[in-house]
């Protein structure tokens, strides 16, 4: 596609409506005439703002994304930008305090219920129902915590932290770095107000991310480094959440070093996670995030790679087991580290077998990450079939 700003208005309006919605399906969306939409298309006179305004809402977008402002998420579905929509209204009206339509919010054990479908869609990448689940939780909750003192509310006020976090994390995972930034930083701030220590440990393993994704790699050390010192337990006294918290963020400091080349620190980081792991002896959740020795293992590999080290990528990965408790997208992220590896290594068969792998498992979810396009310029130079066919299968072309 050429680039988005060069575009007319009509050819975005076109693209955005793609093939699965037609012309008379977008206007009857948008409550506009079929006319007005077919001149919108072809260019033919000005759109006024009320019509803008119902065209973006029907294609499930922003005017800016019209007017060629910003561009949308490459390869995003219809069904995608939905969820985006509805995730970014979700946390700006929560955190703007908007309870408008919310009379009689859920109870907390509905919100709790709630909160942990948000886990579980999160970590399959269904991110459809995740944001419909995301609204529910932070809209209705933060209309019940404003009215709610004590222990009720300390433990709306972690839960509604906790819901903050994934949608930042969903965020950053779809390209929306701002957003991500914005539903943090109401994470940290419940968070604090809870006096959930973990809870706001674990938080700053997702801000170390959220750096690492948008290229601030000292920062994305510095606040996985700073938090683990803050919660450092004693081993021999330190509780199980103490022990996944600071493994977590050791495992996010080593992974942010190895981005940078730092192979001395984030083989240090990751012995401490390692340790930290051994001490936990097998893998656990806690507030959705998991943490033991196969993440440390996992790591492991994905630290190799960053750092060049693909031979050893590989041995360490022959000696490492994926459960079935495993999510999803965990594993997946895992397997794409796992196929650069065995490109590097010119195991070009297995590495499109992996990366097939990854692509039928969790197709929506593998057209927001960057290493299968990366996988792919590698595969293409011994065979660009496969890696047309792969493209077809994730929906993204892989090489131009």
Request: a positive charge; one cysteine or more; aromatic letters at 6%.
């Amino acid at each position: 596609m050429s680039n988005w700003a060069d575009l007319t208005n009509g050819k975005r309006i076109k693209h955005l409506r793609g093939s699965d919605l037609t012309q008379q399906g977008l206007a009857d969306a948008a409550g506009v005439s079929l006319a007005l939409v077919q001149k919108a298309e072809q260019d033919r006179g000005e759109l006024s703002v009320g019509s803008l305004l119902r065209l973006a809402n029907a294609l499930k977008t922003d005017v800016a994304v019209i007017l060629g402002q910003q561009a949308p998420r490459r390869g995003a579905s219809r069904d995608t930008r939905a969820a985006l929509r509805r995730l970014s209204d979700a946390v700006h009206d929560s955190a703007l305090g908007d309870w408008n339509g919310i009379e009689r919010p859920s109870s907390f054990v509905e919100l709790s219920s709630a909160h942990d479908r948000v886990c579980a869609a999160y970590w399959r990448g269904d991110y459809g129902v995740f944001s419909e689940l995301i609204a529910k939780v932070l809209l209705e909750g933060g209309s019940r915590y404003g009215q709610a003192t004590g222990y009720e509310r300390e433990q709306l006020g972690s839960l509604l932290a906790n819901t903050y976090q994934f949608a930042s994390s969903a965020a950053i995972l779809l390209g929306q770095r701002d957003l991500a930034f914005s539903a943090i930083t109401s994470a940290r701030r419940l968070a604090k107000d809870s006096g959930d220590d973990v809870l706001a440990a674990l938080l700053e393993s997702t801000l170390s991310w959220i750096h690492l994704r948008s290229a601030k790699v000292p920062r994305a050390v510095a606040v996985a480094e700073r938090a683990a010192l803050h919660i450092e337990p004693s081993f021999s006294r330190a509780s199980r959440p103490q022990l996944l918290a600071f493994g977590r963020l050791m495992t996010s400091a080593a992974v942010a070093s190895s981005r940078r080349g730092d192979a001395a620190s984030a083989d240090d980081y990751l012995a401490q996670a390692h340790a930290a792991a051994a001490r936990l002896g097998h893998d656990e959740a806690l507030y959705g995030t998991h943490f033991g020795p196969t993440a440390a293992k996992t790591e492991a590999v994905g630290i190799a790679v960053a750092l060049g080290n693909y031979g050893r990528a590989l041995q360490l990965a022959a000696h490492t087991e994926l459960p079935c408790s495993m999510p999803k997208l965990a594993r997946n992220r895992y397997k794409l580290d796992v196929a650069l590896a065995q490109c590097e290594a010119k195991l070009y068969d297995r590495a499109a077998d992996t990366l097939t792998e990854v692509a039928l498992d969790a197709p929506e979810w593998v057209k927001h990450q960057a290493l299968p396009g990366v996988i792919g310029k590698r595969l293409a130079k011994v065979s660009t079939a496969r890696v047309r066919n792969i493209s077809e299968l994730i929906g993204v072309p892989l090489i131009a």
